[in-house]
Nanobody, 124 residues
Framework: QVQLVESGGGLVQAGGSLRLSCAAS????????MGWFRQAPGKEREFVAA????????YYADSVKGRFTISRDNAKNTVYLQMNSLKNEDTAVYYC?????????????????WGQGTQVTVSS
């Protein structure tokens, strides 16, 4: 079993930055693909960013490309999402997720383990 705990969310002004963290426990996740998703009020959960085991393949949603960066620290069993130039439309609950596979993926159903989410609110 894998437990994921997100942190780093909060209230930020448009144009600002936040770094989200996702700490994993239960087993070493360095051999599995990881991803970040988000869900805004009244909307479906959507893909944000993901990378493969090994980090050689990364995917970003078009809406965050060039502004967000996904990274990981295997020694700390932690994955990060650096979010810069935040916009009002980035407001959502952000979730990290782990696959039982080495390949990066953008589809929710391919991820087995999920964190509880952290709220990000961007104000004008």
């Amino acid at each position: 079993q894998v437990q994921l705990v997100e942190s780093g969310g909060g209230l930020v002004q448009a144009g600002g930055s936040l770094r989200l963290s996702c700490a994993a426990s239960g087993r070493t996740f360095s051999s599995y693909a990881m991803g970040w998703f988000r869900q805004a009020p009244g909307k479906e959960r959507e893909f944000v960013a993901a990378f493969s085991f090994g980090g050689d393949t990364t995917y970003y949603a078009d809406s965050v490309k060039g502004r967000f960066t996904i990274s990981r620290d295997n020694a700390k069993n932690t994955v990060y999402l650096q979010m810069n130039s935040l916009k009002n439309e980035d407001t959502a609950v952000y979730y990290c997720a782990v696959r039982d596979s080495i390949g990066a993926a953008t589809t929710l159903r391919l991820y087995r383990y999920w964190g509880q989410g952290t709220q990000v609110t961007v104000s004008s």
